[in-house]
């Protein structure tokens, strides 16, 4: 089953990450802009249908969080783009509830590897903090009906921008092997977090 899934999982893996680059480096609104998302959201859907199983079979619960962590940015980010009027769907609220569990799991799991002196609770209190505090203002939104307009806008870019960095995160971890390995899970999020700051100042102005 392994052998089956992973190709796949790293085929959507690259897909993604290209089709990320595209829609970032095109015009927004146009037809490249519009296809280039569309291509990030199902390769992230891919991957996370693969990442789910693999992490079953090999009892990773790190895996199993961090592909409902990822898969979010993609869901909220397309669900931002198409929906203008600000009002959730069951699936909305379902997806921004299960975001927030896996923040409050990821901080649990980094309680128990740090009292076991593994060094990879550092990026899950980062990433748990992420999932939490962006899912608890996708809540916020989706509650007071305010994803209309620019900060619908806004919204759907910090979502996409995010998801952007968990792929360019997975490439450098499996890719890069050096000491410590915790760094390269929060470098790309320590480097591309405030251009998510910038953009979102930009837009709002």
Known sequence: MMQILLPIHILGGTIA???????ILSEKGKKIHVLS???????????FLTAIPMSIITSNIFLFLIAFFSFYFAFAGIRFAR???GIATTSDWIAVGLMILS????????AVLFMNNNSMYIPLLVFGFGAIVLGYGDFKSHKNKTAIGKERIVRHLVSMIAGTIAV???VLVVNVKIEPVWIWWVLPTVLIFPVIIWWRIKVMK
Do not use: C, D, E, P
């Open 17 to 23: 990450l290209l089709s990320a680059i595209m829609a």
């Open 37 to 47: 998302g569309r291509t990030f959201f199902w390769s992230m859907l891919t991957i």
């Open 83 to 85: 929906n203008r009027k």
């Open 103 to 110: 923040g409050v799991g990821m901080w649990t799991l980094a």
């Open 168 to 170: 360019i995160t997975a």
